[in-house]
């Protein structure tokens, strides 16, 4: 997911000297050799190709130095029909035992990237797939690598459940979504245990010593309830001049935070900046611009994709009242009706989306569109 | 075509000697293609040849070949090795049951442009598994028949690992008129299983219980106080052997008032054991409480501070807890620790229930920590 587009630009003009700084050294820490991975999950692309895999299963991020950094500003038009029985053929497999867990674009080489996992039972292998400029597919080959490996802060370590020998911990924060902002990852999960959903901050390079800052995501409906809110996809966005998140929670609203909030152990709650309407299951959300305006794409597992307007948003009211009726109240938005069966959706150029989205029968396409 | 000039003309009475077969051996099936003269056999040895190359020789797909989908079917990932007089493909993963697998040789590639031989093609097929069904659930917690209108979440156990994806399309509640409550479950991606793949959780979806969010506004609660409902697990999901469950999964349930009360240890009671026996530790607690937390955020720590090893167990409705020493007690001070995330079914924490009224003025404060409840073995 391209999030940081926006704010590289803002912030490699306001903080030119440190940018340049760090941009010599994306790489420190990295090795080469082959990465372990139990699973793969959300993907979010770093500074200079450096693709960064969510591993829910071993709880960890692991950033590797893809070296697919020759740029290209247009991509050319993409529709590969059936990709995932294509790729359960390049991995030996039927398409019902493949699932696509993310996509995201290289925003350097246009060149889309899935994380996949080849089988659906606890010995599913995970696998990376690019999908280059024409349309072929390979496997990533991650046999030598050059990549690091940040630890989740924070992973509970308790989980001695009975029986006498230590049984492994049931226990799992399940990764939601994952972005790259300025010198960090950052992370947002789900427990499968308590309900709670938090957002983690960890340094990028990532440093030996486990030093994430992590924080609790609260809910206020109407300003009156306040509970802990499960986050399933955010973006970073700058709104006026405060860096912010905005973040769609899987109960409906979008609210929005400022960076700024996420000291160690705070309690965020978010202002409610729309609301959505029912059956609002989120997916996946962009940032683009199209007519010198900022919008958001927010593709929703039952009611399309919808297109939210940026206007104002600094000047936004807390969402304090009841929406009743129907009526949406916050930003604008609309529901782009052509725009169905999105599974998953990332920028791909200035004018262009890339999206998975469902086709015939089991089919699952890999289609470029232009952005609304 | 310019790589077909390194291998010396084959006269065509050799064509004859192709083949092509799958082999298995210790459980692992790979392709021979064999026929090759010994000039052929040394050329291929001292290539450098890519993948993408050995594809155009001898390549092997998943599928028949009818459908159009297969016509522009990429050839599997796997390895080459030439070996006596063979070259040997090897997928880079095992082969899946019931699927049939086609490899594909075409001599024609090394005889030159003009040459028609035809390709030569073997099938194969691992046979479907001869077991039968045996996967069950084996329990779905909270197992108490009342559940309170705020349910946050069931857990769902079965007898062996399963598989993920699509698992919302076997779950389903139904109201007491037989009717679907429509999407009462927290749908995302990101399924709630252990790593073992043995136990789901399933939340009910936020926006269906908490009280001034627009959804419950609109469709209405998933649960409804005084009415009936039932859990079901639908027979057709399939474990990780590729098997449906041998049988359904019903838990029918009635729904009570919503809890809104943060559970409080303080009334909990505990029942000491005598020293010298392994006689468990018994607490009883005022409400049903979440399992998986019930089991992990509990513990029994010694007068000076040191985790006592053992088991713990739930019973009658997750309402008892008790706690199995591995060595028998020994007289003396211990404390009960509990973490303040622990939950109850309606997902209220120690000193914070799930939803502040924050209109009530009274800021409860939430801290990351332990209660500690002592109790004595005499």
Known sequence: MNTTYRFAMTFLMLGALTAALHAANWTEGMKEGKPEFKSMGPLAFGPEGILLVADTKAAAITAIATDDTAPVKNAKALKIEGINQKIAGLLG????????????????????YLAISRGRGPDAVPVLVRVKAGGELEAVSLNKVKFSRGELPDAPVDGVVGQGNRQSNPR????????????????????????????????????????????????????????????????????????????????????QFPISDLQPGAKIKGKTVAELGNRNRPLDMIVYQKDGKDYLLLANSSRGVMKISTDNIENAEKIEAPVGGGGTKGQTYETIARWTGVDQLDRLDAQ????????????LNLESMPLP | MGWLAIFSPIHAAENSN?????????????????????????????????????????????????????????????????????????????????????????????LGANNSAADLVARFQLPPTRQKPTTVVTRVYPTADVLPENLLKFYVHFSAPMQGGHIYDHIRLRNEAGKLVELPFLEIDEEFWNPEMTRLTLFIDPGRIKRG??????????????????????????????????????????????????????????????????????????????????????????????????????????????????????????????????????????????????SEGVQRRFTNGVVKLPFDVQ
């Open chain 2, 213 to 358: 969010v627009q959804p419950l506004e609109e469709i209405g609660p998933a649960l409804e106080t005084g009415k009936h409902y039932t859990l079901e697990i639908d027979s057709a999901w399939h474990d990780n052997a590729g098997l449906p469950l041998h049988e359904g999964f019903t838990k029918s349930f009635r729904v009570g008032p919503p809890d809104r009360e943060p559970p409080a240890p303080a009334t909990w009671k505990i029942t000491a054991p005598e020293a010298g026996t392994r006689v468990p530790l018994a607490v009883e607690f005022t409400e049903p409480m979440d399992a998986a937390l019930a089991l992990r955020v509990i513990r029994v720590a010694n007068s000076a501070g040191a985790l006592v090893e053992g088991e713990r167990a739930l019973s009658d409705r997750e309402q008892h807890w008790r706690f199995t020493p591995h060595a028998s007690w020994k007289a003396g001070g211990y404390q009960l620790q509990v973490q303040n995330t622990i939950e109850d079914l309606a997902g209220n924490n120690i000193g914070k229930a799930f939803e502040v009224d924050l």
């Open chain 1, 93 to 112: 497999t039927s398409a019902d035992q493949l699932l696509i867990n993310d996509m995201v674009v290289n925003p350097i080489s246009r060149n889309a």
């Open chain 2, 18 to 110: 192709f083949s092509i077969r799958w082999v298995t051996n210790s459980n692992q099936s790979i392709v021979e293609a064999a026929g090759f003269d010994t000039n052929t056999l040394r050329q291929f040895q001292s290539t450098n040849w890519q993948a993408a190359d050995w594809q155009k020789l001898l390549s092997v797909y998943v599928g028949q070949d009818d459908l159009p989908a297969d016509m522009s079917a990429p050839p599997m990932l796997g390895s080459y090795r030439v070996e006596a007089n063979s070259i040997y493909f090897q997928p880079q993963f095992p082969l899946q049951r019931a699927v049939t697998y086609r490899a594909i040789f075409r001599p024609s590639r090394l």
């Open chain 1, 352 to 363: 262009n989306a890339l999206v998975v989205r469902r086709g015939e029968g089991n089919s």
């Open chain 1, 172 to 255: 799992q924060e399940s990764i939601t979504d994952i972005a790259f902002l300025e010198d960090r990852v950052l992370i947002a999960g789900l427990s499968n245990e308590e309900f709670a959903s938090t957002l983690r901050a960890i340094p990028f390079p990532f440093k030996t010593v486990g030093s994430g800052t992590s924080v609790e995501i609260y809910h206020g409906a109407h300003g009156k309830f306040e509970t802990r809110a499960p986050v399933r996809t955010f973006v970073p966005f700058k709104v006026g001049n405060q860096p912010s998140l905005l973040a769609a929670y899987t109960c409906t609203p979008l609210v």
